[in-house]
């Protein structure tokens, strides 16, 4: 029978590593959309060179030029700023990922030393429901003893 101190203590550590696993998956979420955006921008990027190369072929006037080359400017800081959002993200979701590791390692032992606390308690009843046994034992055999020594 777990003791109600250890009982409480195994509750909130349960409900204080879910919270963390669950704050664990939403940086997770966010790293992937962050990681998906990233992805969009550069995919875009490469779509509209190759876009703007095939106009390219045609002729291509200096403002059109000065038009292209500073949009490109622009989507390689948008991938900038997204590729250290992404890595932002990523660190924070392994942050996560660690405070509920050890959080869980920390209910998993709190567990254990539960465990090993009930098992010494049982060896002890164990031990002593033996010793009541032998006692009531000895205590018989004294009975049949004495009787069988007044007959």
Known sequence: MINPRFSMLIKIQQEREEKLQAQFVAAQQFFQQSEQKYQGLANYRTEYIHQSQQQGSAGLQ?????????FIGKLDQALLQQGRAVAQAKAAAEQRKQSWLAMQKKRKALELLVERSNMAELQ????????????????QFMRRLFTAEQD
């Open 62 to 70: 200096s403002r059109q030029y000065t038009q292209f080359v500073s």
């Open 124 to 139: 002890k009843q164990l031990q002593q429901d033996q010793r009541n046994a032998d006692e009531f034992a000895s205590q």
